[in-house]
């Protein structure tokens, strides 16, 4: 079994859990019946579940001057969901947050190890809505009474098809984080130098430099062209921190750009960790090619 999925096995009454850096809102994961897992944000000696801070209180206090930290939700925390719905009846199929760059996948899968086959834990390989549509698509099969073997081939299916854009307007908070420390000497070079904004996108999970822009707004125009170019779209989803304006514009854009009607591509402000480690003024595109 390759390093996505740990676990196996198959059940008729699956539940769903992931993490709240799938960015799912809470309506829909109450609606499919899916339980977050909250991840922690400190700030200084004051620590908070990203689910209990709202993404105005999250900023206002990072803007409070003292720069947030982000960590894993403790194996405890995994054990006890596990633990509550395995003795339900269920099987779990947990969801994590890619594996390059945070320890919630490792959490969630030491957590699991105590109840054997009954709880298996997938790396999405990615975040927010790419991680998110994953957990979607597992809940839905579950209440379909889809075996486990089918969701994980869905899954396995859904992450190759997955691609997304991310825009930064400023390194300081990815310097300060220290998620992404092999990246960081060349977009470093690169903006010291030119003054430009980097675009990252995941490959196998790890966070790459895909391009540069001159400009927020070229930057803009290249994930525009990068969308358009990835052919006909599954789902589309546009990601930011404190940019809903412009989320929003791009969102119309896309719509008329790849034909996609435009209540059925998601904008959303994404949550703690990416908020914390990629700063205010993110602007991203994830999406998923159709088959």
């Known amino acids: 079994m390759g390093r996505s999925e740990r676990g196996g096995g198959a059940l008729e009454r699956i539940k769903v859990v992931t993490d709240s850096c799938a960015d799912l809102p809470q309506e829909l994961a109450s609606e499919l019946d899916i339980r977050i897992i909250s991840v922690v944000a400190t700030f200084g000696n004051r620590t908070y579940r990203d689910t209990e801070l709202s993404r105005d209180e999250f900023w206002r206090l990072a803007e409070g001057g003292v720069h947030p930290t982000t960590s894993q ?90 691609h997304i854009l991310i825009q930064l307007d400023t390194v300081e908070n990815l310097r300060r984080g220290g998620r992404a420390s092999k990246l960081m000497p060349v977009i470093d070079r690169l903006v010291r130098a030119l003054r430009i904004k980097p675009i990252l996108n995941l490959i196998d999970g790890e966070l790459k430099l895909w391009g540069v822009a001159r400009s927020y707004r070229k930057g803009i125009e290249r994930i525009k062209a990068e969308m358009m170019a990835l052919g006909p779209l599954e789902r589309l989803a546009v990601i930011h921190t404190r940019r809903h304006s412009v989320a929003e514009k791009l969102a119309d854009e896309l719509a008329k750009l790849t034909n996609m009607a435009r209540e059925r591509i998601r904008v959303s402000e994404t949550g703690a960790v990416l908020s914390c480690h990629a700063g205010p003024g993110v602007i991203a595109a994830a999406a998923v090619t159709a088959r």
């Open 73 to 162: 939700p403790p194996i405890g925390v995994f054990q006890q969901a596990f633990k509550e719905l395995v003795d339900q009846g269920h099987r779990v199929l947990c969801v994590a947050l890619t594996s390059c760059h945070s320890g919630t996948f490792n959490a969630a899968w030491s957590a699991a190890r105590a109840f054997g086959d009954r709880v298996t834990v997938v790396d999405s390989l990615s975040l927010s809505w790419g991680q998110g549509w994953q957990a979607i698509r597992a809940a839905r099969m579950a209440k379909r009474r889809a075996t486990l073997d089918a969701i994980l081939q869905a899954l396995r299916s859904l992450r190759e098809r997955t």
